[in-house]
């Protein structure tokens, strides 16, 4: 399964992609720094990534639940 390929998880009922991080606490995260545009994106698909990578731990484990330890 992949998350990003097969927009699973990943797009809203309307077929928009679900952004999981707020662009405006990444500039805080880091202030001594300016933050490109396309940092909230790359940042989101690694987010996805992670997820994806739960995911299938879960399920291997026969769970339908993900837990932290699955990340």
């Known amino acids: 399964m992949d998350l990003?390929?097969?927009?699973?998880?990943?797009?809203?009922?309307?077929?928009?992609?679900v952004d999981l991080i707020i662009k405006s606490k990444i500039k805080?995260?880091?202030?001594?720094m300016s933050v490109a545009a396309e940092v909230a994106d790359e940042?989101?698909?690694?987010?996805?990534?992670?997820?994806?990578?739960?995911?299938?731990?879960?399920?291997?484990?026969g769970r339908r639940t993900l837990q932290a330890r699955d990340l």
Do not use: C, T, W, Y
């Open 28 to 32: 805080s995260a880091v202030p001594e």
């Open 43 to 61: 940042l989101n698909k690694k987010v996805l990534e992670i997820l994806e990578q739960g995911v299938k731990r879960a399920k291997l484990n």
């Open 4 to 17: 990003l390929s097969l927009g699973h998880f990943s797009k809203d009922k309307g077929g928009k992609m």
